[in-house]
């Protein structure tokens, strides 16, 4: 079942959370990795005060202006001798860099997580490189790239090999949401070329205030258990999502919603013909009432076999005339194969709307390829080839009945 939620009200939670956590004074309980034997995160001695994070201290930090350790790298290569902390934060504050190398052992977070976080005056970078087997846990909310100052926070989350990242929790306890890039012209971007990313509550790519998120994954897994996929969410932000390779994305709740508020501008772009994309909803420049929403881009470059189609149970588009809209682009200048019929889309219900300046029978430029929202099983969002002029009558009546049976649905 769907869940309905109030967009208006959880967003000003959330900034209210963040306006609270990102007050927090340092204090003598908070664990600060000072790297003064090694880059070993399972030494007691490297870090101040000296003795293992644990769920004790109020914050974790790597590479915070705190006690002028502004840049450092703590690694976890194995078990943690104390496995729980309660919030992390990777890269705070001015002028700060901090990475983690986590490529064995499980290392639980009983708070929120930041990686790049509160930069103002200078630059606040954080990076977190998850590999091999490593296991995040963050029972919480996980931030890329966030900060209430002028734009100075960048996060990078590396994904690779077998590691799993998990954000538990659930909507009601405002837990276990994934957010890249946010708030202000900070930037996040998550690079995935293996492990899984499991999300409990909400993910949004690009969310606020000229903010900039990226993920690619090009192998490994990326599932949602609840809530919506965000790309674009308002106030000028930009949001991408690029899949390639082996990608396997398992939207089992609400599905996507790319360019989400008035000003908002979210893309899909797709390279190739291995991966696999599953969702309920893809919601493209609207949502399903058709309420004012941004600007969403879905593009396709396809190898010389095809294309990776979308698989969703229902489809919304804004062919433009409400605020924002939906744009489809596709480069077939690799495709080989010639098949007279191209389904960028699998659609299990139904379809409502149109991308700008494509209505049904619509040439797709460059492609030679005419659009059809009636295609595969009868409802699917296919390329059809354009035939020889000696066809066009046939051609004709065929999408007359795609137009009826659209209708009658």
């Known amino acids: 079942m769907t869940q309905k939620i109030n967009f208006a009200k959880l967003t000003g939670l959330v900034a209210l959370l963040l306006t609270a956590a990102m007050a927090l004074p340092l204090s003598a309980q ?98 977190y490189n998850l590999s091999g087997s490593g296991d995040l846990q963050v029972n919480g909310n996980m931030f890329v790239g966030l900060g209430g100052g002028s734009g100075n926070s960048s996060g990078t989350f590396n994904i690779s090999d077998n590691s799993v990242l998990s954000l538990n929790g659930d909507l009601a306890s405002q837990a276990g949401a ?51 996929l965000t790309i674009g969410e308002g ?54 009432a058709f309420n004012v929403s941004g600007t969403a881009n879905l593009n396709y470059v396809a190898d010389a076999l095809g294309v990776s189609a979308i698989n969703a149970t229902d489809v919304f588009l804004n062919d433009g005339t409400v605020s924002g809209g939906s744009s489809l682009g596709v480069d077939l200048s690799s495709y080989t194969a010639g098949a007279s019929e191209i389904v960028l889309v699998n659609v299990d219900g139904s379809v409502t709307g149109t991308f700008v300046g494509l209505a049904e029978g619509a040439v797709v430029a ?40 659209r209708r009658r649905r």
């Not at 509160?118 to 970078?125: E, I, V």
């Not at 390829?369 to 065929?398: C, F, H, K, Q």
């Open 366 to 405: 460059g492609t030679g390829y005419r659009i059809t929202y009636a295609g595969g099983d009868g409802n699917d969002i296919s390329l059809l080839a354009v035939p020889e002029p000696g066809s066009m009558i046939v051609l004709t009546v065929g999408l007359g009945v795609a137009a009826f049976r």
């Open 235 to 288: 106030g000028g932000a930009n949001g991408s999502l690029n899949v390639s390779g082996t990608a396997d994305i398992n939207l089992n709740a609400n599905g996507f919603r790319v360019g989400r508020f008035g000003d908002g501008t979210g893309s899909i772009n797709i390279d190739g013909s291995t991966a696999t994309i599953d969702t309920t909803g893809l919601h493209l420049g609207v949502d399903e």
């Open 178 to 228: 994934f957010v890249v890039g946010a708030n202000d012209g900070n930037n996040g971007v998550v690079n995935q070329t293996g492990g899984s990313v499991t999300y409990n509550a909400w993910m949004t790519v690009g969310e606020s205030s000229g903010a900039t998120g990226i993920y690619n994954i090009s192998a490994g897994s990326l599932n949602q258990n609840s809530d919506w």
């Open 30 to 127: 908070d664990a600060v990795f000072n790297g003064s034997i090694s880059n070993d995160w399972n030494d007691a001695d490297n870090w101040s005060p000296s003795g293992l994070p644990s769920g004790a201290n109020p914050l974790t930090e790597i590479g915070t202006g705190a006690l002028g350790l502004n840049v450092a790298t703590a690694d976890i290569s194995g078990p943690l001798t104390s496995d729980t902390i309660a919030e992390l934060r990777v890269g705070r504050g001015d002028n700060t860099n901090g990475t983690v190398n986590h490529s064995a052992g499980t290392l639980n977070t009983s708070g929120w997580s930041f990686v790049g976080v509160d930069g103002a005056g200078g630059l606040a970078q954080g990076t």
